[in-house]
């Protein structure tokens, strides 16, 4: 079966500017967690989603925001961008909570953001 | 929150050497411990995963220790090779799925 797939795989902003990256899920999952990956920060937690619904949230600023829709896709909103922004970011999608439902958690390949 | 902390964050061995990597959480209540390998460009891949009711668990070359009561579980490389270079991630679930802080392994010829 098809695996994570987002979209798109690299992009190039300027500071000031928002973005939208993409999401979707593997067929069947129901849970998409987002995460921001810099050299030598790790896998920084941003946010998770099941159901439509926002159900956890790591400690970025506000302007770092997502939205799940009715078949499981996910998307993420960094508005006013910063250069600190440039980043690589993943999204993982599980059939439930991972973090509560021990499940396996499948990554995509990552939307790899330069901030100009 | 969970805490999880991984070590060492380097490591580099010889073809054939094996590899450990280490970490300890913080979480009583986490129960299932994965590891990822990172690979140059691509997102993380699950490689072995344990769960709370054993100590123990192989898949070919790779396998992974847990310790409750001690709150750590360790990944072990053995008869390394190559394609093994890449940055390993261990992660335990609380409220969130977290992961510790990466293991770059280098094998050298």
């Known amino acids: 079966k098809a695996g994570v797939t987002q979209t798109p795989r690299y992009l190039i902003k300027t500071r000031g500017q928002q973005v939208t990256l993409s999401c979707s899920p593997i067929?069947?999952?129901?849970?998409v967690s987002w995460y921001q990956q810099t050299p030598g920060q790790g896998l920084q937690f941003l946010f998770e989603?099941?159901?439509?619904?926002?159900?956890n949230k790591g400690n970025f600023p506000g302007r770092f925001s997502g939205r799940q829709f009715s078949n499981s896709r996910s998307e993420m909103n960094v508005s006013t961008l910063e250069l600190g922004d440039s980043a690589l970011y993943l999204c993982?999608?599980?059939?439930?909570?991972?973090?509560?439902?021990?499940?396996?958690?499948?990554f995509g390949q990552g939307t790899r953001l330069t901030v100009v | 929150g969970e805490n999880v902390e991984q070590h060492p964050s380097t490591l580099s061995v010889q073809e054939g050497d094996s590899a450990v990597i280490k970490c300890t959480y913080s979480?009583?209540?986490?129960?299932?411990f994965p590891w990822y390998k990172q690979e140059l460009g691509k997102g993380p891949q699950l490689i072995i995963d344990?769960?709370?009711?054993?100590g123990e668990k192989k898949d070919q070359r790779i396998a992974v220790t847990l310790n409750k009561t001690a709150k750590h579980f360790s990944l072990h490389i053995t008869e390394t090779q190559p394609e093994d270079s890449a940055v390993y991630f261990c992660a335990a679930p609380s409220s969130k799925l977290t992961f510790g802080t990466g293991t770059r392994l280098q094998v050298t010829l």
């Open positions: 067929s069947g999952h129901r849970s």
């Open positions: 344990i769960r709370s009711n054993v």
């Open positions: 989603y099941f159901s439509e619904t926002q159900r």
């Open positions: 993982a999608s599980s059939l439930e909570l991972p973090g509560l439902a021990n499940t396996e958690a499948f």
């Open positions: 979480d009583s209540a986490s129960n299932y």
